[in-house]
């Protein structure tokens, strides 16, 4: 398996390339569409990453770097994969954070998610929760 860091100005021909499908990612997510995800990839806010296996196209991923007190993590924030094999998508995610200089790597995801990422060795930090501002507490 190859990882390919995809440059910010290839954004575009990444998405018709098969990128489009971290689409489904942020399916059910009201926080970014898909169209303000590519400008974050753009702006090189996020990085995106191309995973191949003897050049075909294996996953899709994206990840940003936070640069904490204590650590540097390498946080995946979106991550598709087009054939079987998560697993080895994210060793490979895991050798490009670590190759960024990142501590650790984690990842954002819904319970159902974090059952699957659990199973790779993956361990809650924290978790996350939300109101809306407008919501009566």
């Not at 191949?52 to 540097?72: C, H, M, Y």
């Not at 995946?76 to 079987?84: C, D, E, F």
């Amino acid at each position: 398996m190859e990882l390919h860091f995809v440059k910010a100005e290839y954004i575009n021909e990444a998405w018709e390339a098969g990128a489009y499908r971290l689409e489904e990612s942020i399916k059910g997510i009201d926080e970014i569409t898909p169209e303000q995800l590519k400008e974050l990839l753009k702006e090189g806010d996020r990085t995106l990453i191309l995973v191949t296996d003897e050049g075909e196209s294996i996953a899709w991923a994206v990840f940003r770097i936070d640069q904490l007190p204590n650590l540097k993590v390498a946080h995946l924030t979106n991550v598709t994969a087009i054939k079987p094999g998560l697993k080895n998508v994210m060793e490979v995610a895991k050798k490009a954070a670590k190759e960024h200089g990142c501590d650790e790597m984690r990842i954002s995801c819904k319970p159902a998610q974090s059952r699957l990422f659990k199973r790779y060795g993956f361990e809650p930090v924290y978790e996350t929760l939300r109101i809306p501002t407008w919501q009566q507490i």
